[in-house]
Every structure is written in structure tokens, then in C-alpha cells.
């Protein structure tokens, strides 16, 4: 794997983390104490980066053999 085929590898494993992480903070009192525009844009926020998630495994998928 060249170089900056492992950059992305390594995007994509840190974005689904953080993703993962901000998934479960939805499940928290924390997050339910938020006022709702903010709850709004934390939802936004994750649902961006699932499509990025998808957009780099597409870019992954297309590497070169």
C-alpha cells in the first residue's frame, strides 16, 4: 500500500471513531440536556460524517490492486 493509500486507511479509522464516540453521546443525559438547535447541529454533524466514512471506503475500494 502506497503511502498516502494508508493516510486515508488511517482517516478513515480515526473519523469512524470520533463517529462512533459522538453516537454514543446521543444516548447520554448530557446530550438530552443540550437545547435542541444544538442536539440539531450535533445530528448534522454526524450524519456528515457517516457520508464521509462512505466517501473514503469508496476511495478505498477504487485503490489499485
Not at 500500500?1 to 463517529?19: A, F, I, S, Y
Amino acid at each position: 500500500m502506497q503511502p498516502h493509500q494508508q493516510r486515508v486507511v488511517d482517516e478513515l479509522k480515526e473519523l469512524t471513531g470520533r463517529r462512533a464516540k459522538l453516537g454514543e453521546f446521543f444516548g447520554t443525559e448530557l446530550y438530552r440536556g443540550l437545547p435542541e438547535d444544538e442536539q440539531a447541529r450535533m445530528r448534522r454533524q454526524f450524519d456528515i460524517m457517516v457520508q464521509y466514512e462512505g466517501v473514503l471506503q469508496e476511495r478505498i475500494d477504487h485503490f489499485p490492486a
